[in-house]
């Protein structure tokens, strides 16, 4: 990541109003498919912009900011996808969004991400079971990641 931006980020104030929230996690919102459970962490911050609730910073909503601003800044070591080895998937499913990994395995024999998956439940799905929710986890990041999974001839 280029300098300035992790100088961006790292000075970035603390959101006083909705729209100041609105503006970071628009800004960030280009590299969560770079932070791993995205979704999970964000989810205090994205809680505040709901038109039903009083904006309200909680010690709960820094710790989320703060994460989020390290994360970002941390350089990801993402690997391109290479057809010819087989693919590994791993998901999850919490109280409160979906995450996944698509990882292969390196030349050096250790795994390494691709890629990154995390997403909230809709209203619908917050309702889900357990079974259901990693269920959908596997559903969405298959859909999601169709273009790199649909043509191989290894096993995921």
Known sequence: MEEEKIKAITEWNTPRKIKEVQA???FVNFYRRFI????????????????ETKFEWSQECQQAFEE????VCENPVLIH??????????????GVAIGAILSQRGEDGYLHPIA???KSYNDAQRNYDTANK???????SLKHWRIYLEGTIQPI
Request: hydrophobic share 40%; net charge neutral; no cysteine.
């Open 24 to 26: 970071f996690l628009g």
């Open 36 to 51: 791993a459970d995205f979704s999970k962490v964000a989810r205090p911050l994205h809680d505040l912009t709901k038109k």
């Open 134 to 140: 990693e269920l959908l986890a596997i559903v969405e």
């Open 81 to 94: 996808p290479d057809p010819d080895k087989p693919f590994i998937l791993e998901t999850d499913a919490s």
């Open 68 to 71: 989020i601003k390290k994360r």
């Open 116 to 118: 990154y998956l995390s």
